[in-house]
């Protein structure tokens, strides 16, 4: 049974940080593109950022230099440190794990909220 488990989301003022992380059990994990998404209320799901298993990392433009996403293959764990948070980061974030090759094995968390505002 594959488990991705989130955690560390939280409420936090504008201008502060917030490190999320994903547990990841019943896949072999290193061999998996490891991503985080977002969704706002009323919007769709969007990409936030990607790290492949040959450690290529893509993020969306507006979190670029502040957000920094990272694993450790030995814990099969991801992380996404955001830093300097604007209130337009509010949103539910899940942790992703898609395989390079094989789009079916697609994987999803449940999700954490992060709630930036004053």
């Known amino acids: 049974q594959v488990q991705l488990v989130e955690s560390g989301g939280g409420l936090v003022q504008p201008g502060g940080s917030l490190r999320l992380s994903c547990a990841v059990s019943?896949?072999?994990?290193?061999?998996?593109?490891m991503g985080w998404y977002r969704q706002a209320p009323g919007k769709q799901r969007e990409f936030v950022a990607a790290?492949?298993?040959?450690?290529?990392?893509n993020y969306r433009d507006s979190v670029k230099g502040r957000f920094t996403i990272s694993r450790d293959n030995a814990k099969n764990t991801v992380s996404l440190q955001m830093n300097s948070l604007k209130p337009e980061d509010t949103a539910v974030y899940y942790c992703?794990?898609?395989?390079?090759?094989?789009?079916?094995?697609?994987?999803w968390g449940q999700g954490t909220q992060v709630t930036v505002s004053s």
């Open positions: 019943g896949i072999i994990f290193s061999s998996y593109r």
């Open positions: 790290l492949t298993s040959g450690s290529s990392i």
């Open positions: 992703n794990a898609r395989h390079p090759l094989y789009g079916r094995y697609d994987y």
